[in-house]
């Protein structure tokens, strides 16, 4: 029998007959349903990596479609997201069944309410709102700066958790779970956890493409082959968001409380990586070198800290925002280092009428020279959006490495914003925290960027973006191991992206 794959246009004519189903009811307002189709084209010289003098830029269009349905009950809360993200020209024009399916699902979960004053039904009454909210759900807490849903990136952050989220007199909690486990075959014993996303196939030493042992992640040398070194570049990638090795499982904890103009917030967050050795396997004739995860524990790292956002005076007659934030890493880092990091951050807005300007500092931990083997000083900002601090060139914390010796970030960011359009300007100074060697300066460079929004419609808004990067190309190219010769030191970027975001049951006033 031949199983027919799910396409998009499938799946929305099942949720609209479904829909047809609710409406006969009375529940049609507790009901939403919308979409998002958000384009952007963008030409690439110089992203993330510095390019060589004789390169010719890079150009694609990238899509996401995405179809939302949420439904509210007095105790249930329920939302689905099923999202499609492509390149343009990825697929050929007509597929096989053999190509696969491209849709995901990107949020699928149900908030049990537990308790809620404002409802006389339930008799739990000592918490002003309790909820449990399971399965797949973005997250996001403050600026996320650590933990956010990445929406610049079309794919976008999800995480598959549990949260208990408690509300009461202006106090905010949650706390969060999450385990991973990359399959429920029948035979799997141990808790231990091999990453996702590894290669099918990879060269072994002697350059003969074998399937990936199971169980590993392989090593490879700037060839090509699996050698016992690697490519430093990736056997131990000063990287972010978990970089080649997702969590096994973390905890997490935030706590708010909003008091008159100022927010405070704390943060705790405990995520552990599975334990590796490395080794090598027989195959094709030859070896494959890599991490072998049989080790059935993990490398705990925790991450706390706070934030304060005071706001003084009001928008109308001139208000001067501040942002302040310290966090700590402690613990061991994915691959059992002893870890000892911190960030901290501090900016200043001036907020009148249509108007937003002000600087800012970052500050990121580095390792120093002289950093033993076994020790690790260099702060991972975890999971959030490093586009939205760190330069829209995403140079630093982002899928490019980052530096492993530290970062400081001064910048000045400032925003217009009218009836049906906003424009912005940031400028970033970027420098190490701690030189790479005693004969290289921290200086990395400047970054400027540019973006302008227009909002067409009520569902339709388009934005036009360009950022250029004016490098120290020797300090840069070191820090992020680069050996090209003859770099450009001038990056370039430019994108424009149409978001269109329909509510599919919005009905015009008569």
């Given at each position: 029998?031949?199983?027919?794959?799910?396409?998009?246009?499938?799946?929305?004519?099942?949720?609209?007959?479904?829909?047809?189903?609710?409406?006969?009811?009375?529940?049609?307002?507790?009901?939403?349903?919308?979409?998002?189709?958000?384009?952007?084209?963008?030409?690439?010289?110089?992203?993330?990596?510095?390019?060589?003098?004789?390169?010719?830029?890079?150009?694609?269009?990238?899509?996401?479609?995405?179809?939302?349905?949420?439904?509210?009950?007095?105790?249930?809360?329920?939302?689905?997201t099923?999202?499609?993200?492509?390149?343009?020209?990825?697929?050929?024009?007509?597929?096989?069944?053999?190509?696969?399916?491209?849709?995901?699902?990107?949020?699928?979960?149900?908030?049990?309410?537990?308790?809620?004053?404002?409802?006389?039904?339930?008799?739990?009454?000592y918490?002003?709102?309790?909820s449990?909210?399971?399965?797949?759900?973005?997250?996001?807490?403050?600026?996320?700066?650590?933990?956010?849903?990445?929406?610049?990136?079309?794919?976008?952050?999800?995480?598959?958790?549990?949260?208990?989220?408690?509300?009461?007199?202006?106090?905010?909690?949650?706390?969060?779970?999450?385990?991973?486990?990359?399959?429920?075959?029948?035979?799997?014993?141990?808790?231990?956890?091999?990453?996702?996303?590894?290669?099918?196939?990879?060269?072994?030493?002697?350059?003969?493409?074998?399937?990936?042992?199971?169980?590993?992640?392989?090593l490879?040398?700037?060839?090509?082959?699996?050698?016992?070194?690697?490519?430093?570049?990736y056997?131990?990638?000063?990287?972010?968001?978990?970089?080649?090795?997702?969590?096994?499982?973390?905890?997490?904890?935030?706590?708010?409380?909003?008091?008159?103009?100022?927010?405070?917030?704390?943060?705790?967050?405990?995520d552990?990586?599975?334990?590796?050795?490395?080794?090598?396997?027989?195959?094709?004739?030859?070896?494959?070198?890599?991490?072998?995860?049989?080790?059935?524990?993990?490398?705990?790292?925790?991450t706390?800290g706070?934030?304060?956002?005071?706001?003084?005076?009001?928008?109308?007659?001139?208000?001067?925002?501040?942002?302040?934030?310290?966090?700590?890493?402690?613990?061991?880092?994915?691959?059992?280092?002893?870890?000892?990091?911190?960030?901290?951050?501090?900016?200043?807005?001036?907020?009148?009428?249509?108007?937003?300007?002000?600087?800012?500092?970052?500050?990121?931990?580095?390792?120093?020279?002289?950093?033993?083997?076994?020790?690790?000083?260099?702060?991972?900002?975890?999971?959030?959006?490093?586009?939205?601090?760190?330069?829209?060139?995403?140079?630093?914390?982002?899928?490019?490495?980052?530096?492993?010796?530290?970062?400081?970030?001064?910048?000045?960011?400032?925003?217009?914003?009218?009836?049906?359009?906003?424009?912005?300007?940031?400028?970033?100074?970027?420098?190490?925290?701690?030189?790479?060697?005693?004969?290289?300066?921290?200086?990395?460079?400047?970054?400027?960027?540019?973006t302008?929004?227009?909002?067409?419609?009520?569902?339709?808004?388009?934005?036009?973006?360009?950022?250029?990067m004016?490098?120290?190309?020797?300090?840069?190219?070191?820090?992020?191991?680069?050996?090209?010769?003859?770099?450009n030191?001038?990056?370039?970027?430019?994108?424009?992206?149409?978001?269109?975001?329909?509510?599919?049951?919005?009905?015009?006033?008569?």
């Amino acid at each position: 029998m031949k199983i027919r794959k799910l396409t998009l246009t499938k799946l929305i004519n099942t949720v609209f007959i479904l829909f047809i189903c609710f409406f006969s009811n009375k529940s049609v307002a507790q009901l939403s349903l919308n979409g998002q189709l958000r384009l952007r084209t963008e030409i690439r010289d110089g992203v993330g990596n510095l390019v060589s003098e004789d390169s010719t830029p890079a150009s694609f269009i990238s899509q996401r479609t995405r179809l939302n349905f949420g439904y509210k009950w007095d105790r249930l809360n329920f939302g689905a997201t099923v999202q499609d993200v492509r390149v343009w020209g990825q697929d050929a024009s007509s597929i096989s069944n053999a190509d696969g399916n491209k849709l995901m699902l990107h949020e699928g979960w149900a908030e049990l309410i537990l308790a809620n004053k404002a409802d006389t039904t339930i008799g739990f009454k000592y918490i002003d709102n309790l909820s449990l909210k399971i399965g797949r759900q973005e997250l996001v807490y403050d600026d996320a700066r650590l933990i956010g849903n990445l929406d610049w990136l079309q794919q976008g952050r999800r995480f598959d958790m549990a949260l208990l989220k408690a509300v009461h007199k202006g106090w905010q909690v949650d706390i969060g779970f999450a385990y991973n486990q990359n399959t429920d075959t029948f035979g799997i014993t141990g808790t231990s956890y091999i990453p996702g996303n590894i290669p099918q196939y990879v060269k072994n030493d002697i350059g003969i493409l074998v399937s990936t042992p199971p169980g590993m992640v392989p090593l490879t040398a700037a060839n090509g082959n699996s050698s016992p070194t690697g490519n430093p570049a990736y056997t131990n990638p000063p990287n972010t968001n978990a970089g080649n090795q997702d969590y096994k499982h973390f905890k997490s904890l935030y706590i708010s409380k909003k008091i008159n103009q100022t927010k405070i917030s704390i943060l705790g967050f405990q995520d552990a990586f599975g334990k590796y050795t490395l080794g090598s396997v027989a195959a094709g004739g030859g070896n494959v070198y890599g991490r072998i995860f049989n080790v059935n524990s993990t490398n705990n790292r925790y991450t706390y800290g706070a934030m304060v956002n005071p706001v003084f005076g009001s928008a109308l007659q001139g208000a001067i925002a501040i942002q302040a934030a310290y966090y700590q890493q402690q613990g061991k880092d994915r691959d059992g280092k002893n870890l000892d990091a911190y960030h901290y951050t501090v900016s200043a807005s001036y907020l009148k009428g249509q108007l937003a300007i002000g600087p800012g500092l970052d500050v990121l931990s580095g390792n120093k020279i002289g950093t033993p083997a076994t020790s690790n000083k260099r702060f991972d900002p975890l999971y959030g959006t490093p586009h939205k601090f760190w330069g829209y060139m995403d140079f630093f914390y982002a899928g490019t490495n980052s530096p492993a010796s530290g970062l400081i970030n001064y910048y000045l960011k400032s925003k217009f914003t009218a009836k049906n359009f906003f424009i912005a300007g940031d400028y970033h100074y970027f420098q190490l925290q701690n030189k790479l060697t005693p004969a290289l300066q921290k200086h990395l460079g400047n970054e400027f960027d540019l973006t302008l929004n227009y909002t067409l419609n009520k569902y339709t808004s388009v934005e036009l973006g360009y950022s250029m990067m004016f490098a120290n190309k020797d300090v840069m190219s070191a820090t992020k191991g680069q050996s090209i010769p003859d770099l450009n030191e001038t990056g370039k970027w430019g994108y424009m992206a149409i978001n269109i975001r329909p509510d599919f049951l919005y009905k015009k006033p008569q």
